[in-house]
């Protein structure tokens, strides 16, 4: 009976997360949208590249966390499993204490890109001061983080209490974007524009802080802190070069090798991926703690019929997700930058090799996601390393040809390497399920998403705008739904059907052993 209480609190708490982070994506989204559209209508491509790039310089720094995140969020899983109040504020304690330290490098390595870059990055609609002030305004963002948020982010993730976190960040963008639009329209100072926005942080802030306050009296960060639970975060730093490396360093090399205009293009491109990847976040969100949970209790064959239901099922949203994106990315560009005419963001190859990149990241993602789950920093970080050594070299050799083309060349290309890493990784190491059902699934997906967009290639789409845009793409999707139910009821009819039943235990709120 008590198994069965965990398991429908599992469940559950997966249930509540990917509704707020339902939620969050859809504004996500609809702010990631309007808010460079804005940008380019009334400040144009070159401001929209300048604050794409320094946002991901900014990023980078963030490496100077050091793996803490992934190794609190693991640290904490068992004692929070277990009430065990003192160990868990030890950590907490160690995490607040760790992040301030990072803060303050933070702090610094910000002072020093607003001053070096201006130097080298040239912008003929902002001058060098204007620049350095912008640089020191968007990471006041990044340090807030460090000293604010972070230690509430971590516990709240170990404690699959993901929707407050998505709460806080709803909260959070819908002001920013209000802020953005109306000084974007009274044509205010993009710095001066910039600054007002920093409002929307310290709401945020002041939530997460009334929340945990009430809801975990128990913590204590004046306690001694424990500093070896923290132990893996040198390791997790390795996975979390890797994620910074993999999404932005390919901004850095458009900086370097391209113009600011085309770090713009890049941004627009990248904006539509990051919408479809915000999608499919919203299906894993909490996972990795639920996830964590099982691999902490021990309970293998809960956690092979978990994963087992979970890699279907997300695979099958891959392939709708995708083969909607490779049909409907190009009239999206179209219209999104229809009269915007200072350089050309028509670039049908650039758009697919944007969303192969984009599908070669996210059949990885049930993999990566136990990577996290079971702490197994260290056991990866070789791989992790390899993967960010490709996508440097072959960007570096690349980019100064071949441009963006190149730079997603390098992108694909590493990610293409760590996916064949993973699906031999994990069952060997984590799930003990074989490798062959992970592999017949992906040869699925690509025969899925074949039959999807093969047709397309010989119908001409017009359309002129989003409502148009809209209504097709609810066509391709609908045709996609029918496409990939019946591969899957030909191929994986029980795995579905376990599926199946997991979601109607959710709403008859049933306590049969079912899983996570």
Same mark, same amino acid.
């Given at each position: ?11 559950? !708490? ?24 804005? +940008? ?25 966390? %050091? ?26 304690? %160690? ?6 330290? %990072? ?57 699959? !209490? $993901?929707?407050?976190?998505?709460? $806080?960040?709803?909260? @959070? ?41 009430? !809801?975990? !009296? #128990? ?42 205009? +085309? ?51 997300? #695979? ?20 999104? $930058? ?106 699925? +997906? ?17 359309? %002129? ?15 996609? =739904? ?18 199946? @039943?997991?979601? =109607? ?12």
């Amino acid at each position: 009976m008590e198994e069965g209480k965990i398991i429908l609190s599992r469940t559950k !708490k997966f249930f509540y997360n990917s509704l707020s982070v339902a939620s969050l994506q859809l504004v996500t989204m609809l702010a990631g949208f309007t808010i460079p559209r804005f +940008m380019l209508q009334y400040y144009g491509s070159e401001v929209n590249g300048l604050i794409t790039s320094i946002t991901q310089f900014i990023a980078y720094f963030n490496l100077v966390e %050091a793996g803490l995140a992934g190794a609190a969020i693991y640290a904490l899983y068992k004692p929070l499993a277990d009430n065990d109040y003192k160990a868990i504020n030890g950590i907490v304690s %160690a995490a607040r204490y760790f992040y301030r330290k %990072a803060g303050y490098i933070l702090i610094f390595l910000i002072l020093g890109l607003s001053i070096i870059y201006p130097i080298f990055i040239e912008s003929n609609k902002l001058s060098p001061i204007s620049v350095g002030l912008l640089v020191l305004i968007l990471g006041v963002n990044g340090v807030l983080d460090f000293f604010i948020l972070s230690k509430y982010r971590v516990l709240l993730t170990a404690d699959q !209490k $993901t929707y407050i976190i998505s709460f $806080t960040t709803i909260v @959070h963008i819908l002001l920013n974007t209000i802020i953005i639009v109306v000084a974007s329209v009274l044509r205010i100072d993009i710095v001066i524009l910039r600054f007002i926005a920093l409002l929307s942080i310290f709401f945020k802030s002041l939530i997460l802080l009334i929340y945990v306050k009430q !809801k975990y !009296k #128990y913590l204590n960060y004046k306690v001694e802190p424990n500093n070896n639970a923290l132990n893996k975060r040198w390791d997790a730093l390795y996975l979390q070069i890797l994620g910074v490396v993999q999404s932005g360093f390919p901004v850095i090399l458009a900086t370097i090798f391209t113009s600011l205009p +085309m770090v713009s293009v890049y941004s627009i491109y990248n904006m539509v991926i990051g919408g479809v990847n915000g999608i499919l976040s919203i299906f894993i969100s909490g996972l990795s703690a639920s996830f964590g949970d099982v691999i902490a209790r021990g309970e293998r064959k809960i956690l092979q019929k978990s994963y087992n239901e979970f890699e279907l099922i997300y #695979y099958n949203l891959i392939t709708i997700t995708y083969a909607i994106a490779f049909i409907m990315i190009m009239p999206f560009i179209k219209i999104y $930058t229809n009269g915007v005419d200072d350089i050309n963001y028509n670039l049908p190859f650039l758009g697919f090799l944007f969303v192969l990149n984009g599908w070669l990241y996210n059949i990885k993602t049930p993999q990566g996601m136990l990577v996290i789950s079971a702490g197994m920093y260290k056991e990866t970080r070789i791989q992790s390393t390899i993967q960010a050594a490709i996508i440097i070299v072959v960007g570096i050799l690349l980019a100064p040809k071949y441009g963006l083309v190149g730079i997603m060349v390098a992108s694909c290309l590493s990610n293409l390497y760590r996916d064949i890493d993973l699906f031999v990784f994990i069952p060997k190491n984590v799930t003990e399920l074989p490798v062959r059902t992970t592999l017949y699934r992906i040869l699925r +997906m690509i025969m899925g998403v074949l039959i999807i967009c093969l047709p397309f290639y010989y119908i001409d789409i017009p359309i %002129a705008n989003f409502v148009e845009w809209f209504i097709k793409a609810l066509a391709v999707g609908l045709y996609s =739904i029918v496409v990939v139910g019946i591969i899957s009821i030909i191929f994986d009819r029980v795995v579905l059907k376990n599926v199946f @039943h997991r979601i =109607i235990l959710i709403f008859t709120r049933s306590k049969n052993d079912i899983g996570i």
